[in-house]
């Protein structure tokens, strides 16, 4: 499902690639696309059988009929609020993990932190619920620890509450459309949080910050969804300034991630400059081409437009730990995610997703 090829992408575990394969089996029998094969096998616990009698018998639901649905609820917005764990009613989790990929994990690959960054176009309600799902396939597909969305509304943090309940979701807002967090519930622990507000946003834009324990480390994770549109360069740019500054000032003894849908341009980042301390992942690993353009209208058909548009706007930036004593991550991979069309004939997104992986040096 990444954007390399099995030689190309050598982090894509043993697990990883069985489920692909029985993805791949699925969709041929079905008719189906892969992100609904990996949907219905890991409602089934991954056999192939209860899949498809699943997929045959079922009539698909209308994922985002709010009729049985319990009041939404509202995710951590100030600093050390606590959040309510108790997942809503009639869940079907779309996200655990299955018995057969309970296999203890080496101690490399147990330490490794995961994260995906994805701005989700919530504000497109074109195919929305075949959207949600997909993403929800990507989340079992990679089963990364940290999840940066942009573009959430309130029906899709909705779903994703009533269908990836193995993850703590956090948000930035309750209107409108905003930024949010998943967190895998078995790998991060959650401690705070808070919203930071940019004063002079003109699109309800603002950075949530959260602090984390992961393995016994302190992780202060970020994103944001930074101003959109050409025109509005300098309000971006004093945005990525509050973004480097609470990078750079955060203790010596925590790491600190941040990725969302930056709409930055390279011109503007080199006008602004990036702390010696924080590095772009992409850039860090060696400027991959193919993971090169998150906004990219040449080979993604959500959006008609009449010109060619390919821009890294979806970005990762990293500050490692440097206390003597505490684990110093380091990234160590990146691929895009949700390259491929789902049954609908659309992507999940008019973005690609980042998916990153870090490892304890």
């Not at 703590?168 to 790998?187: C, D, P, Q, V």
């Not at 160590?332 to 990153?356: N, P």
């Amino acid at each position: 499902m990444a954007s390399t090829s099995d030689s190309e992408n050598p982090s894509v575990s043993n697990v990883e690639e069985n489920r692909s394969r029985l993805c791949d089996e699925f969709a041929a029998i079905t008719g189906s696309d892969s992100a609904v094969a990996q949907c219905y096998l890991a409602e089934n616990e991954w056999e192939m059988e209860r899949a498809l009698n699943s997929f045959f018998e079922a009539d698909m639901e209308r994922v985002f009929a709010v009729e049985d649905s319990p009041e939404r609820e509202t995710g951590p917005k100030t600093k050390r609020q606590k959040v309510e764990e108790k997942p809503p009613g009639d869940c079907i989790d779309l996200t655990a993990d299955s018995p057969a990929s309970s296999r203890k994990p080496s101690e490399e690959d147990d330490n490794k932190l995961s994260l995906i960054s994805w701005n989700v176009d919530g504000l497109d309600t074109d195919n929305l619920a075949e959207r949600a799902r997909g993403l929800c396939s990507f989340l079992v597909l990679y089963t990364p620890d940290v999840v940066f969305l942009q573009e959430l509304i309130p029906p899709y943090v909705q779903y994703l509450k009533k269908r990836a309940v193995s993850y703590l979701i956090i948000e930035a807002g309750e209107e409108g459309y905003f930024t949010g967090m998943m967190l895998k519930k078995s790998r991060v622990k959650f401690v705070e949080s808070e919203i930071v507000t940019y004063p002079t946003t003109q699109m309800m834009r603002n950075l949530l910050v959260a602090q984390v324990d992961f393995k016994g480390q302190r992780l202060c994770l970020m994103t944001s969804h930074l101003e959109s549109c050409k025109g509005q360069a300098e309000e971006r740019m004093k945005q990525l300034r509050v973004v480097m500054q609470r990078m750079r000032e955060a203790p010596d003894n925590v790491t600190v991630l941040f990725g969302g849908d930056t709409n930055l341009r390279d011109a503007e980042v080199a006008k602004v400059g990036l702390p010696p301390s924080v590095c772009d992942v992409w850039e860090r690993l060696g400027k991959q081409e193919h993971c090169r353009y998150t906004w990219d209208t040449k080979a993604n058909s959500n959006k008609t437009v009449p010109y060619v548009s390919r821009c890294r706007f979806d970005r990762v930036y990293f500050r490692p730990a440097n206390k003597d004593g505490v684990p110093r991550q380091a990234p160590d991979h990146m691929a895009l995610v949700g390259l491929e069309k789902l049954d609908c004939g659309r992507y999940i997104s008019d973005h690609w997703g980042i998916y990153c992986s870090f490892s304890a040096g």
